[in-house]
Nanobody
């Protein structure tokens, strides 16, 4: 049973930083692509970033490129999202997710591409 648990959300002022973590269990973490999504109130869940199983295989949504950094530590079965220069429009519940098939690359993912989801962690950026 694949389980994903996010942590690290909170309240921060505009221009500040937060680091989200996603702890995975239930299968060989290093073989699977992972991704971050977010959902703001009244909006659809949207793709934020993805990291493939290959080292250096990373893809970002344009809205976060240059401000957010996705990474993974396969020894700890954990994925991270370092968020800098936060803006009020980054306010959302952030979810980590992963595919059901291994060897995925870094690309734009839709919700339908992902088989497993965490419970989400709230990020609130005040102006």
């Amino acid at each position: 049973q694949v389980q994903l648990v996010e942590s690290g959300g909170g309240l921060v002022q505009a221009g500040g930083s937060l680091r989200l973590s996603c702890a995975a269990s239930g299968r060989t973490f290093s073989s699977y692509a992972m991704g971050w999504f977010r959902q703001a109130p009244g909006k659809e869940r949207e793709f934020v970033a993805a990291i493939g199983w290959k080292i250096g295989s990373i893809y970002y949504a344009d809205s976060v490129k240059g401000r957010f950094t996705i990474s993974r530590d396969n020894a700890k079965n954990t994925m991270y999202l370092q968020m800098n220069s936060l803006k009020p429009e980054d306010t959302a519940v952030y979810y980590c997710a992963t595919e059901s098939r291994p060897w995925g690359g870094s690309r734009y993912y839709t919700q339908q591409d992902m088989a497993y989801w965490g419970q989400g962690t709230q990020v609130t950026v005040s102006s």
